[in-house]
């Protein structure tokens, strides 16, 4: 059944980085001699259950991105290339409009998370297929603390039912593009995919993840990253 359902990722690589205080954009700077978008790109193309690839990028670095990355690289899906938003929504919501027609799930992914596995993609590809709207994430290790707007402690969550949602987040094709469209209705903005489908009052499924599947932020992330590359490399 798996291998009759077509599905499309879409990798967002169309931030600006400025916490990464770089000349050049962060999914560019290299771990261990490979730029951060080649190590994702390559775990999804490795994917058995992912059909295509849709990589979203800023406009005006998509020649730059085709000629001194992608060629550098041999893949074996097709990557279409799309121009990205101002904000990251507008940009997942341009890559839904280039999804090939018989997309029936979409995986969403951060291009600045090279360390996802093949396992969890495709364990929440198979979640979305029974559940319609999957979230990857871990539970939170420290205790979380809600402050007001002076940075008085107001509240103290409980800790068992909290979890740091991560990438990939996996939909039903038509579910995810109702919800955006219903987000542009109302000029709504979401942090991520998993709210806009939750605001049309469809449940989201959770999946635990791995602590590994960062999303390479700030030059601390890079020693954190390179860290994960050398233990993994220990283990092969």
């Known amino acids: 059944m798996l291998n009759k359902v077509f599905v499309s990722a879409i990798i967002a690589a169309a931030g600006q980085g400025k916490r990464m205080k770089s000349r050049i954009n962060k999914q560019y700077l290299e771990l261990d001699g490979k730029p951060i978008l080649i190590h994702t790109l390559e775990v999804f193309d490795k994917t058995e259950l992912i059909n295509e690839i849709i990589l979203i990028l800023k406009e005006d670095e998509i020649e730059f991105c085709r000629e001194k990355i992608l060629n550098r690289y041999e893949f074996r899906k097709k990557i279409i290339l799309v121009s990205g938003g101002r904000e990251r929504q507008e940009s ?28 969890v993609i495709e364990k929440s590809i198979c979640e979305a297929l029974k559940n319609k709207a999957v979230g990857v994430g871990v539970p939170v290790k420290d205790t979380i603390k809600v402050v007001d707007e002076n940075s008085y402690i107001i509240d103290t969550p409980d800790r068992s039912k909290l979890w740091g949602i991560q990438t990939p987040q996996v939909f039903d094709y038509d579910i995810l593009i109702k919800a955006h469209e ?21 449940r989201v499924k959770m999946i635990e993840g791995n602590y590994d599947n960062i999303k390479i932020t700030t030059p601390e992330d890079l020693i954190l990253g390179e860290a994960i590359l050398n233990r993994r490399k220990s283990k092969i």
């Open 92 to 119: 997942v919501y341009n890559g839904l409009k280039f999804v090939n027609k018989n997309a029936q799930i979409v995986v969403v992914h951060d291009g600045a998370r090279p360390f996802v596995t093949a396992d």
């Open 182 to 202: 219903k987000a542009i209705e109302d000029n709504y903005l979401g942090t991520d995919d998993c709210v806009l489908v939750e605001r049309l009052g469809h």
